[in-house]
C-alpha cells in the first residue's frame, strides 16, 4: 500500500494550492480518505475527509469555506485544495486511507508520506 501526496510549496497569504495524493497497492475505491495536517511542535490534527464514493465529505471548522476535498476514483487520486491560505495554515499535510471514515489519526492505517505547505505573511 502506497499513498504519494504531492502539490505543496511556499506561498504568501491569500495564495491558493491543491494538494494531491495518489493511492496504489490496494483497492482505492473501497477506502475512505483523509487528509491531516501537523504543524511544528503541535499535535496532527484532523483537516477533512471524504468518503468511498465522494459523496459524503467533511471539513474541520478552522478551514471551513477555504479547503475543499474530492476524490476521483478513476485515477485513485484524492485532492485538497487549498484557497486564501494563512500563515496558520503552514504544515506538512498527511493524506491516509482507511475502509471507515473517521477524524482520529489513530484509525488510520495507511499514510502518505506528507507534502510540506508554508505560507509566507
Known amino acids: 500500500v502506497q499513498l504519494q501526496a504531492s502539490g505543496g510549496g511556499l506561498v504568501q497569504a491569500g495564495a491558493s494550492l491543491t494538494l494531491s495524493c495518489e493511492g496504489s497497492?490496494?483497492?482505492?475505491?473501497?477506502?475512505?480518505l483523509a487528509w491531516f495536517r501537523q504543524a511544528p511542535g503541535k499535535e496532527r490534527e484532523w483537516v477533512a475527509d471524504?468518503?468511498?464514493?465522494?459523496?459524503?465529505?467533511d471539513i474541520a471548522d478552522f478551514v471551513q469555506n477555504r479547503f475543499t476535498i474530492s476524490r476521483d476514483n478513476t485515477r485513485n487520486m484524492v485532492y485538497l485544495k487549498m484557497n486564501d491560505l494563512k500563515p496558520e495554515d503552514t504544515a506538512v499535510y498527511y493524506c491516509?486511507?482507511?475502509?471507515?471514515?473517521?477524524?482520529?489519526?489513530?484509525?488510520?492505517?495507511?499514510w502518505g508520506q506528507g507534502t510540506q505547505v508554508t505560507v509566507s505573511s
Open positions: 491516509a486511507a482507511r475502509i471507515i471514515i473517521s477524524r482520529r489519526v489513530s484509525d488510520y492505517e495507511y
Open positions: 497497492g490496494f483497492v482505492f475505491p473501497n477506502y475512505a
Open positions: 471524504i468518503n468511498r464514493s465522494g459523496v459524503i465529505e
